[in-house]
Nanobody
Framework: QVQLVESGGGLVQAGGALRLSCVAS????????MYWYRQAPGKQRELVAT???????NYVDSVKGRFTISRDNAKNTVYLQMNSLKPEDTAVYYC????????????WGQGTQVTVAS
């Protein structure tokens, strides 16, 4: 059974920083593309950042230059370093892993709340 456990959220002032962590178990972490999503109140869930098994990254335009996704395969952990936080970054942040063989496998963590005060 795949499990994803996020941590690191909290309350921070605008301009501050947080680092989110997501520890994965039950899958071969090193070969998986990992995703960070967020969902603000009343809004759809949004893909924030992606990191492939080879370390290639991609970001939504609104966080480029401020957020950095990284991974430590020895620790089965993916990180999201968030700098220069803005009130509009306030959301629940979720870690996701998915892959397809004969069917789609799609797993989510429980989420961690990030609140940025103005």
């Amino acid at each position: 059974q795949v499990q994803l456990v996020e941590s690191g959220g909290g309350l921070v002032q605008a301009g501050g920083a947080l680092r989110l962590s997501c520890v994965a178990s039950g899958t071969i972490f090193s070969v998986r593309t990992m995703y960070w999503y967020r969902q603000a109140p009343g809004k759809q869930r949004e893909l924030v950042a992606t990191i492939t098994s080879g370390g290639s990254t991609n970001y939504v335009d609104s966080v480029k230059g401020r957020f950095t996704i990284s991974r430590d395969n020895a620790k089965n952990t993916v990180y999201l370093q968030m700098n220069s936080l803005k009130p509009e970054d306030t959301a629940v942040y979720y870690c996701n892993v998915r892959w397809m063989t004969t069917r789609m496998y799609d797993y989510w963590g429980q989420g961690t709340q990030v609140t940025v005060a103005s």
